[in-house]
């Protein structure tokens, strides 16, 4: 008998319906429970073969009794290695890589030095800051948020450069991104779950919390809603993330992704509703029967790195003297960056931009 433990904090709805519907569908071959921690002896084994994490965000002592668990072989969703160490500038970059879009973006020095730091410790920070430059990039309104943040904190929209200097003014230590604001015609949130399974939800960030899942959304043209999909698959393919929200905006029909780094989604009945509920609960006990049943090798990350690679492969090919291109076909032939993104927007070989690269470049 296969055992799943699921990690939670003061969320009740979702983490206990989802033990009662993997105990409804695990067939008496997996079992699930509210998994009891002990502290952690180094040498004592973890008696889960997986672990669903909804809380070590918040509790490190956690994260480390989860890290502990995969190096023991154990799965644990979503991989705390890799939530470890993203951050929205380097998951932008990976978003470019996987053929999606995404606000034009700008990683900012802290406002105020962070702690036990003086001036003297920003020797290598190149001082004025290129101010001119970066508005000129990213363009009015934009978006001052945490570059490692979640659940809106510290997020602010400016207008103009005073208001910009305002807010970054109350930013204090935290390392901020400078984001395009996408003015929106339509914004999604997608509900992705073992990298495959997606669930499209219209959403409201102007309403507040509880009204922002539209529960009648208006038709939206079925293309529109097949490349929000593929982004959203295309994004945790390449973060690795099995459980994960998506945000995405739509401006003149072009989706950009938001906020993608979400591996502890909201997914209170009270918030998604009961339809959502019930998509998100069944799916992900769905899936995670299937995983602990059919165990994913170690891993970092997602695809990115692989994708990388063969971008890089494909840019030294490209600018190679014709004289030193092999004439066979070349040994190591990148295969990872056809399959890590839809066809429609695989990334092209560099140096020629990749249809994201492309449409970040346009100016609005
Ligand atoms: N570049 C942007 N363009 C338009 N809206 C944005 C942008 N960045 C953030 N927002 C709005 O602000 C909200 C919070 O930002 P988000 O990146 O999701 O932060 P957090 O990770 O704290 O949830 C988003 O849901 C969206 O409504
Ligand atoms: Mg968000």
Redesign the pocket.
């Known amino acids: 008998m296969k055992k799943i433990g699921v990690l939670f904090g003061q969320e009740r709805s979702f983490p206990l319906a989802l033990v009662e519907r993997i105990q409804k569908l695990g067939g008496g071959k997996v079992h699930a429970e509210r998994a009891v921690i002990d502290p952690q002896r180094q040498d004592r084994e973890i008696p889960y073969d997986l672990l669903v994490d909804r809380i070590s965000h918040e509790v490190p002592f956690y994260r480390m009794v989860l890290k502990l668990a995969v190096q023991q072989g154990k799965q644990v969703v979503n991989n705390p290695f890799w939530w470890s160490c993203d951050d929205?500038l380097l998951c932008n970059a990976i978003a470019i890589d996987a053929g999606v879009c995404v606000?034009r973006?700008v990683l900012l020095p802290h406002k105020q030095h962070p702690p036990n730091t003086t001036g003297e410790s920003f020797s290598n920070l190149r001082y004025p800051l290129p101010w001119e430059e970066i508005f000129e990039y990213v363009g009015f309104?934009?978006?001052l948020?945490?570059a490692d943040?979640?659940?809106?904190?510290?997020?602010y929209?400016v207008k103009n450069v005073e208001e910009f200097f305002a807010a970054y003014d109350k930013s204090h230590v935290l390392p901020m991104i400078l984001?395009?604001?996408?003015?929106?015609e339509s914004?999604f949130?997608c509900y992705v779950i073992g990298r495959e399974r997606v669930h499209v939800m219209p959403?409201d960030?102007?309403q507040p919390h509880h009204r922002r899942y539209i529960q009648e959304p208006k038709d939206f043209p079925a293309s529109l809603i097949q490349r929000v999909e593929n982004d959203a698959r295309a994004l945790c393919r390449a973060l690795g993330y099995d459980f994960n929200t998506v945000?995405l905006?739509v401006r003149k029909g072009v989706p950009?992704a938001?906020?993608f780094?979400?591996p502890a989604p909201d997914a209170d009945l009270k918030s998604v509703g009961e339809k959502n509920f019930e998509w998100v609960v069944q799916n992900a006990a769905e899936f995670l029967i299937e995983r602990v049943q059919n165990p994913r090798p170690f891993e970092f990350t997602g695809q990115w790195v692989d994708t990388r690679k063969a971008l890089l492969a494909a840019a030294a090919k490209a600018s190679a003297p014709a004289a030193a291109q092999p004439t066979a076909a070349p040994t190591a032939a990148p295969t990872a960056a056809p399959t890590a993104a839809p066809a429609k927007q695989a990334p092209a070989p560099a140096p020629a931009p990749s249809s994201a690269q492309a449409q970040n470049k346009k100016k609005k």
């Open positions: 929205k606000p973006t309104p934009a978006f948020k945490p943040g979640g659940g809106w904190r510290d997020v929209k984001q395009e604001g996408i003015e929106f914004y949130r959403y960030p102007a945000e905006a950009y938001i906020d780094m979400n």
